[in-house]
């Protein structure tokens, strides 16, 4: 396997119309390492997203299970969207300050996911660290579809 830096060993130009010769330059890069999706769980626009309000603590706790199978974790990834008004404008209201980020044990004693408490590991992400990209997606309200992700320190 030839690594970077290695030398040029053969080939042949690529012609087309046949005797014409393209002189091209590009640049190849692959990982080394294997990496793969401990869970994905891809936004299905089929749906209208979860309308969940917590006006008392400011706070909303959503959550959704996944097996580790071992290996690390080293990011997130989550999708949300904005409620429209009668106009079809987003409702961002005060924004979002930010995302907590956390991983439970599953609650051993009810026969659905419940996370557990104490969470094993938790953090704050910023809503501005989060990475608010546009999907390109729409659910079936019409809200844009939005995913969010942190890369862990």
Not at 30 to 42: G, H, I, V
Not at 59 to 72: H, P, T
Not at 131 to 138: I, K, Q
Request: proline share 8%; net charge negative; with cysteine.
């Amino acid at each position: 396997m030839p690594g970077l830096g290695s030398v040029y060993v053969a080939g042949s130009p690529i012609e087309y119309p046949e005797g014409t010769s393209w002189d091209m330059a590009f640049e190849l890069t692959a990982r080394t390492a294997l990496s793969w999706n401990k869970w994905e769980q891809p936004p299905d626009p089929e749906w209208p997203g979860i309308h969940a309000h917590e006006f008392e603590s400011g706070n909303i706790i959503l959550a959704d299970q996944w097996e580790c199978q071992g290996g690390d974790v080293v990011d997130f990834h989550w999708y949300g969207n904005y409620e429209l008004d009668a106009t079809g404008q987003e409702l961002r209201g005060s924004g979002i300050a930010r995302f907590h980020l956390s991983i439970h044990a599953n609650e051993p004693s009810i026969p659905w996911c419940l996370p557990e408490d104490p969470e094993i590991w938790g953090m704050d992400v910023p809503f501005a660290a989060g990475m608010e990209v546009f999907t390109g997606m729409h659910n079936n309200e019409g809200s844009r579809i939005y995913e969010y992700a942190f890369v862990l320190p």
